[in-house]
């Protein structure tokens, strides 16, 4: 059940076909993080075009503020910029002209949907008290992450509130998702470098074979999870790699192995790296092999302020319908928006742009992902009603 018209869903209406079309501009030239050179101008050019005065910030990134009538509170709205390095194959006419680069993850929607809000924004700002201040952050794939520039940049001097969201293919367009704490996983990556002494594969008893000593390992690993962790307490250990060796009949010298952490509190984190060390001395102590441990974290986990996700909800509700906002479970992807609520009050959601109806259901991150265009004009409509009512 889509609720009656009011002024700002007319708006939005009168805008869509341009929203529209600045996303499939922005998903035709996609650029890498760091590298948003292009996408930067896009932006500007377009705040321009509205009568408003964007500025760069932290690199490639942008910022632009939209006040009201008169003093009042202020809120922000971030989106991402960046592009994953896989070749797209969505087939349409938007296809991505950047060999090799692809909007796979449903950037260029966010900056199109934010880019929307300050039509809407631009039209009403005789209607609203305070200032609603728009951020365009690079480098949201790639760690440390451009969360971090825009804060050390001043992005957040005097904001009251920041609210954010992300296009989620899992969820179908006509919907959002929403958390009232947990919504996504602090990140950890991890490299063990096993040294150990090759040989001939025929003399093996010579040898301190690494590639055994990392198999024991992996498989030790994977027990970290099941028997040290809380079972209730929600906590990923995956190895994404273990590489060794060049030639069938070479023992090599050294075995490599990476993987990832996700996990929903910093105890958690540090006690899963513990017994990562553990393991591997006491593994390769018995084998005879020396080791290297190498880890970082990337984004803390996101939890939203139930505060604000009460005003997404409502905002949820009044342009989908009761029915159509849903209250998710925590997902173990990260996102470095999580910083920028390490600072101020906020909340962050999903906006469903799945459609089975018409094929479009390839996860992120998929050379053929795309999304349900209608998805944009809710997220415009969401986001502008959330951030009017933080404003009273």
């Avoid at 415009?380 to 009512?389: Q, S």
Wanted: proline share 5%.
């Amino acid at each position: 059940m889509f609720l009656a018209k009011d002024e700002i869903n007319n708006l939005v209406e009168a805008k869509f076909d341009e929203i529209v079309a600045l996303r499939r501009q922005l998903h035709r030239f996609p650029e890498i993080s760091g590298k948003e050179f292009n996408t930067q101008g896009t932006i500007l050019t377009d705040l321009q075009k509205l009568g408003l005065e964007p500025q760069s910030i932290a690199g490639t990134g942008v910022i632009v503020n939209i006040r009201g009538s008169r003093p009042g509170k202020k809120v922000a709205i971030r989106a991402d910029m960046d592009a994953l390095p896989i070749n797209d194959e969505c087939g349409q006419s938007y296809q991505s002209q950047n060999q090799g680069v692809c909007h796979a993850c449903g950037h260029d929607g966010h900056m199109a949907i934010v880019l929307g809000v300050a039509r809407v924004l631009k039209q009403l700002k005789n209607d609203f008290p305070g200032e609603v201040r728009l951020l365009f952050q690079p480098s949201e794939e790639a760690g440390p992450g451009g969360a971090r520039d825009l804060i050390e940049a001043g992005a957040l001097a005097g904001v009251d509130y920041i609210i954010g969201a992300h296009l989620w293919q899992p969820l179908q367009a006509g919907t959002i998702g929403i958390s009232y704490g947990r919504m996504l996983a602090a990140v950890g990556k991890f490299t063990i470098k096993i040294l150990g002494k090759g040989g001939h594969g025929s003399l093996p008893h010579q040898t301190v074979d690494p590639i055994l000593v990392g198999t024991q390992l992996a498989l030790a690993l994977h027990t970290i999870v099941s028997r040290n962790i809380d079972p209730l307490e929600a906590t990923v250990l995956s190895l994404g790699m273990l590489r060794a060796g060049d030639t069938f009949n070479i023992i090599p010298d050294t075995a490599v192995l990476e993987g990832t952490v996700r996990c929903f509190e910093q105890t958690v984190m540090d006690l899963i790296f513990q017994r990562i060390d553990d393991l591997a001395k006491g593994i390769c102590t018995a084998y005879g092999a020396d080791y290297r441990l190498e880890r970082s974290q990337g984004p803390s986990a996101l939890k939203n302020v139930p505060e604000v996700v009460n005003f997404i909800q409502a905002a949820g509700q009044k342009v989908l319908g009761k029915e159509n906002v849903i209250e998710v479970q925590p997902v173990m992807i990260s996102d470095d928006y999580a910083l920028y609520l390490q600072q101020v009050p906020g909340a962050y959601f999903f906006v469903g742009s799945g459609n089975s109806q018409k094929g479009i259901g390839y996860p992120h991150h998929h050379p053929k992902f795309d999304i349900d265009e209608t998805s944009l004009k809710y997220g415009v409509e969401i986001m502008t009603r959330a951030a009017l009512k933080l404003l009273a």
